[in-house]
């Protein structure tokens, strides 16, 4: 269409957001990667199996968070910008939070 912009385009923003969620995947499985790595080299030293397990945990919040957005790309490509921002705000926030209180009772 002529004297259209690029950010007139419904598709376009979808895209735009698309390929922005899936960097976004691509970090949250680089890092739980990371973090699992950095835990299975972790000196095994007394008292260092919380330090581990915390690591394990964390590693593991990401890589649900990664899954899930790029499930969420390749089978509900219109609901992944929904998805990623309950992700983002509301689901790995509490469940990280519980995981805190679950650690700090250890």
């Known amino acids: ?3 259209t912009k690029p950010w007139d385009d419904p598709e376009e923003k979808l ?3 698309i390929r922005k969620i899936g960097r976004n995947a691509a970090y949250g499985i680089g890092g739980a990667v990371g973090i699992f790595l950095i835990a299975a080299l972790y000196p095994k030293e007394e008292g260092s199996e919380n330090i581990v397990k915390i690591m394990n945990d964390f590693s593991l919040v990401l890589f649900v968070y990664a899954a899930t957005l790029l499930l969420a790309i390749i089978l509900k490509k219109k609901y992944a910008p929904i998805i990623n921002m309950l992700m983002t705000w ?3 926030p509490g469940w990280i939070v519980s995981l805190v209180m679950q650690h700090a009772n250890h």
């Open 1 to 3: 269409m002529l004297g």
């Open 15 to 17: 895209n735009k957001k």
């Open 90 to 92: 509301f689901i790995i």
